[in-house]
Protein backbone atom coordinates (compact mmCIF):
# COMPACT_ATOMS: atom_id res chain seq x y z
CA UNK A 1 0.00 0.00 0.00
CA UNK A 2 1.84 3.14 -0.79
CA UNK A 3 -1.25 5.64 0.39
CA UNK A 4 -3.41 4.85 3.47
CA UNK A 5 -5.66 7.48 4.72
CA UNK A 6 -8.90 8.12 6.95
CA UNK A 7 -11.43 10.78 7.86
CA UNK A 8 -11.58 12.46 11.45
CA UNK A 9 -14.85 14.57 11.15
CA UNK A 10 -13.77 17.69 8.77
CA UNK A 11 -10.12 16.49 8.99
CA UNK A 12 -8.42 14.13 6.87
CA UNK A 13 -5.30 12.09 6.99
CA UNK A 14 -3.21 10.42 5.23
CA UNK A 15 0.32 8.88 4.85
CA UNK A 16 1.85 8.71 1.66
CA UNK A 17 5.15 5.86 1.06
CA UNK A 18 7.61 5.95 -1.01
CA UNK A 19 6.19 4.85 -4.23
CA UNK A 20 3.30 6.63 -6.41
CA UNK A 21 -0.10 5.45 -5.00
CA UNK A 22 -2.30 3.79 -7.11
CA UNK A 23 -5.29 5.40 -9.28
CA UNK A 24 -7.54 3.63 -7.24
CA UNK A 25 -5.59 5.54 -3.74
CA UNK A 26 -6.24 8.67 -5.44
CA UNK A 27 -9.86 8.17 -6.18
CA UNK A 28 -10.37 7.37 -2.56
CA UNK A 29 -8.67 10.53 -1.48
CA UNK A 30 -11.18 12.48 -4.29
CA UNK A 31 -14.14 10.66 -2.72
CA UNK A 32 -12.83 11.80 0.75
CA UNK A 33 -12.41 15.00 -0.18
CA UNK A 34 -16.35 15.55 -1.89
CA UNK A 35 -17.69 14.12 1.24
CA UNK A 36 -15.89 16.82 3.66
CA UNK A 37 -18.27 19.47 4.86
CA UNK A 38 -17.95 22.56 2.10
CA UNK A 39 -15.38 25.09 3.42
CA UNK A 40 -14.28 23.80 6.82
CA UNK A 41 -12.57 20.85 5.54
CA UNK A 42 -8.65 20.76 6.11
CA UNK A 43 -6.19 17.64 5.21
CA UNK A 44 -2.92 16.53 7.22
CA UNK A 45 -0.60 14.32 4.48
CA UNK A 46 2.50 12.59 5.88
CA UNK A 47 4.60 11.63 2.91
CA UNK A 48 7.77 9.65 2.54
CA UNK A 49 9.91 9.69 -0.19
CA UNK A 50 10.13 11.96 -3.64
CA UNK A 51 6.99 10.43 -4.93
CA UNK A 52 3.78 12.86 -5.41
CA UNK A 53 0.88 13.04 -7.80
CA UNK A 54 1.22 13.01 -11.49
CA UNK A 55 0.17 16.10 -13.42
CA UNK A 56 -2.95 14.97 -14.12
CA UNK A 57 -3.29 14.01 -10.85
CA UNK A 58 -2.71 17.12 -9.43
CA UNK A 59 -4.74 19.16 -12.02
CA UNK A 60 -7.65 16.21 -11.01
CA UNK A 61 -6.90 17.20 -7.13
CA UNK A 62 -7.41 20.79 -7.67
CA UNK A 63 -10.92 20.55 -8.99
CA UNK A 64 -11.78 18.15 -6.12
CA UNK A 65 -10.21 20.40 -3.16
CA UNK A 66 -11.43 23.99 -4.78
CA UNK A 67 -14.62 22.17 -4.76
CA UNK A 68 -15.01 21.54 -1.11
CA UNK A 69 -12.43 24.84 0.02
CA UNK A 70 -10.16 22.13 2.03
CA UNK A 71 -6.68 23.50 3.48
CA UNK A 72 -3.95 20.89 3.44
CA UNK A 73 -0.59 20.41 5.28
CA UNK A 74 1.43 18.60 4.05
CA UNK A 75 4.54 17.41 5.97
CA UNK A 76 7.87 16.84 3.53
CA UNK A 77 11.60 16.94 3.51
CA UNK A 78 11.33 16.43 -0.55
CA UNK A 79 12.62 19.75 -2.73
CA UNK A 80 10.60 17.86 -5.45
CA UNK A 81 7.27 17.58 -3.27
CA UNK A 82 7.92 20.80 -2.20
CA UNK A 83 8.08 22.12 -5.60
CA UNK A 84 4.32 20.32 -6.45
CA UNK A 85 3.44 21.94 -3.00
CA UNK A 86 4.25 25.64 -4.92
CA UNK A 87 2.53 24.33 -8.32
CA UNK A 88 -0.40 23.65 -6.24
CA UNK A 89 -0.91 26.28 -4.88
CA UNK A 90 -0.18 28.29 -8.29
CA UNK A 91 -4.19 26.26 -9.11
CA UNK A 92 -5.45 28.54 -6.03
CA UNK A 93 -5.16 25.30 -3.65
CA UNK A 94 -5.05 26.05 0.34
CA UNK A 95 -1.49 24.14 0.94
CA UNK A 96 1.49 24.54 2.76
CA UNK A 97 4.55 22.33 3.11
CA UNK A 98 6.09 21.72 6.69
CA UNK A 99 9.44 20.41 8.10
CA UNK A 100 8.24 17.01 8.89
CA UNK A 101 6.83 16.43 12.26
CA UNK A 102 6.06 20.37 12.72
CA UNK A 103 2.50 19.45 13.77
CA UNK A 104 2.16 22.51 15.68
CA UNK A 105 2.84 24.94 13.06
CA UNK A 106 1.08 22.76 10.64
CA UNK A 107 -2.21 22.68 13.01
CA UNK A 108 -2.19 26.91 13.39
CA UNK A 109 -2.10 26.95 9.67
CA UNK A 110 -4.85 24.31 9.56
CA UNK A 111 -6.71 26.38 12.29
CA UNK A 112 -6.96 22.96 14.04
CA UNK A 113 -8.56 22.32 17.98
CA UNK A 114 -6.03 20.59 20.09
CA UNK A 115 -8.25 17.86 20.09
CA UNK A 116 -8.23 18.01 16.71
CA UNK A 117 -4.94 17.81 16.25
CA UNK A 118 -4.15 15.21 18.54
CA UNK A 119 -6.11 13.03 16.87
CA UNK A 120 -4.81 13.80 13.32
CA UNK A 121 -1.26 13.09 14.76
CA UNK A 122 -2.33 9.37 16.56
CA UNK A 123 -3.87 8.76 13.27
CA UNK A 124 -0.80 9.51 11.47
CA UNK A 125 1.06 6.87 13.78
CA UNK A 126 -1.73 4.18 12.75
CA UNK A 127 -1.80 4.93 9.23
CA UNK A 128 2.00 4.80 8.92
CA UNK A 129 2.03 1.43 9.58
CA UNK A 130 -0.84 0.33 7.55
CA UNK A 131 1.56 1.45 4.81
CA UNK A 132 4.58 -0.90 6.38
CA UNK A 133 6.32 2.02 8.12
CA UNK A 134 7.53 2.67 11.20
CA UNK A 135 5.00 5.05 13.58
CA UNK A 136 7.13 7.79 13.58
CA UNK A 137 10.74 8.32 12.54
CA UNK A 138 11.35 11.82 13.45
CA UNK A 139 10.29 13.71 16.62
CA UNK A 140 6.78 15.20 16.99
CA UNK A 141 6.28 18.85 17.92
CA UNK A 142 2.69 19.04 18.57
CA UNK A 143 3.14 21.95 21.28
Known amino acids: MAMAMCRLDRVLVA ?3 AVP ?3 E ?3 RWFDLIDGLPVGTGRALVDTNGPCGPSPSQRRELAVHVKRVGMRSAIFTDSIVLRGMVTA ?4 GIGLRAFEPGNYRDAGNYLELSKAELASAIEAIARLRLECGMRPETRPARAE
Not at 88 to 91: K, M, Q, R, T, Y
Request: aromatic share 24%.
Open 15 to 17: VHH
Open 88 to 91: LAWF
Open 25 to 27: EWQ
Open 21 to 23: PTN
